[in-house]
């Protein structure tokens, strides 16, 4: 189950999200600030859900009412719910886009040289290819959550995630070799702070709250599973290291292939899908076989984190469904899936034949993702951090993240991160709200 929350917490957005950041706002001074934001703000969030759902040892919204009945903090855990169901909704359309350009990849068919972006293009905005590949994404989704906790989700994770490790060290040793790659490296690990801006830093904020996942309940879910021996406190550094370590391994692959050629480090979402299939083949054109393998295996990557984080969004509203019905869970996964796959459609045609519909001026897709980033995730993770850190007894939280007789070191380590929880990451998450409002109403 911890891989399995590594997994959760592992996703496009540490493999696409992260470098195309960092790339926009000054590489090495970025990732400092982004490096000290995971320590005061994403731990101690994630330390709150992971005492929560264990204590609770329930969905998010039940293990609420387990800890404090009769009162409205539940609706914490479903307002969670609500958002996990609504990202993997829009999530599961990236994948999909993830997983047609791996079977491009694996064909041979990204290898010749044309316009990357009228290809992507024409893909993203058909009224059927991405859906159909969204329904193939969502299927293998839904077989994995179905089979259960133990013969699905830990079963998939102990190989999933030692795959994805494995590539992203193969890909960056790789990308060490390129004529050039020097420049890249140095854009990533020397920090120039006279490109730190308060756009940076809050930028920086943002990107480690939302990349580890928490705010919305998915790791509350997967602690309900946790035994009473798993040390939450240890097991959350762990995440955050290997999170982090995906994140910054991910710039070493991307960088030096971009800065061996001289293409843009900040091209924005289009990175991905648009200016890398350009640069594989720019860089590595004289070797076929070399970019076949290397391009085939960056989007298997990404696959594979999309894969995992999509399962945990999953596996949340499943097991609400679940135990709030009398479906079975593999009926319950297979109810989310196609309500999921309705609102997928939705967010899919919005780039295509939908893109005139919209509401409040937007398409479904950033309806979607607007809805969730600025409102639902900052104001879920400050309520998990309040309820952690004031509502419940400390004596329980502690206990919860040490256990019984913790060592003198992890007295100190709790200590810290019981202040972090009651005060700084509650000032940061207010800091992303008022971020993500103050970005959304200059553009």
Request: with cysteine; proline share 4%; hydrophobic share 55%.
């Amino acid at each position: 189950m911890i891989l399995a929350s590594v997994g959760s917490a592992v996703g496009l957005g540490n493999v696409w999200r992260f470098p195309m950041e960092a790339g926009r706002h000054g590489g090495a001074a970025f990732i400092l600030v982004y490096l000290v934001f995971v320590l005061i703000l994403a731990l101690p969030v994630m330390c709150s859900e992971f005492v929560i759902g264990r204590a609770g040892k329930a969905n998010a919204a039940d293990s609420f009412k387990h800890l404090m009945p009769g009162t409205r903090w539940p609706l914490v855990g479903y307002m969670g719910v609500l958002a996990g169901f609504l990202i993997f909704s829009f999530y599961v359309v990236v994948a999909a886009w993830t997983l047609f350009y791996t079977e491009e990849c694996l064909r041979g068919a990204l290898l010749a040289d044309r316009d990357f972006g009228l290809f992507f293009s024409d893909f993203s905005s058909s009224a059927w290819h991405p859906i159909l590949f969204v329904a193939i994404f969502m299927a293998a989704n839904t077989a994995i959550v179905a089979s259960g906790v133990q013969k699905g989700i830990e079963r998939v994770s102990r190989w999933m995630m030692p795959l994805l490790f494995l590539i992203i060290v193969m890909l960056a040793g790789f990308s060490m070799t390129l004529p050039g790659a020097s420049a890249g490296f140095r854009f990533l690990l020397n920090p120039d702070f006279s490109r730190l801006t308060v756009d940076v830093v809050l930028s920086a904020m943002g990107q480690a709250f939302f990349s580890l996942s928490v705010g919305i309940g998915c790791l509350a879910t997967y602690a309900s599973y946790f035994k009473q021996d798993v040390a939450l406190m240890r097991s959350s550094l762990i995440i955050c290291l290997l999170d982090t370590m995906v994140a910054v391994a991910s710039g070493m692959v991307i960088f030096p292939v971009v800065f061996s050629i001289g293409a843009q480090v900040d091209a924005g979402p289009g990175l991905v899908f648009i200016t890398l299939p350009h640069v594989f083949n720019a860089v590595l054109g004289a070797t076929p076989v070399v970019n076949y393998l290397f391009s085939s295996f960056f989007y298997i990557l990404l696959l594979v984190a999309a894969l995992t984080s999509a399962i945990s969004m999953h596996e949340m509203v499943t097991a609400l469904l679940h135990e709030k019905s009398r479906l079975t869970r593999p009926q319950a996964a297979v109810v989310v899936a196609l309500c999921a796959m309705v609102c997928a459609a939705a967010c899919s045609l919005s780039f295509g034949p939908w893109r005139n519909i919209t509401l409040f001026g937007m398409g479904f897709f950033d309806l979607f993702d607007f809805v969730t980033a600025k409102f639902m995730m900052p104001i879920g993770g400050l309520c998990f951090s309040v309820f952690a850190a004031w509502v419940m007894k400390r004596q329980f939280v502690e206990r919860e993240l040490c256990g019984e007789r913790p060592s003198r070191s992890a007295v100190w380590a709790m200590t810290v991160i019981c202040l972090l929880m009651r005060y700084v990451a509650p000032l940061c998450l207010v800091g992303v709200f008022f971020y993500e409002m103050w970005n959304w109403s200059s553009q």
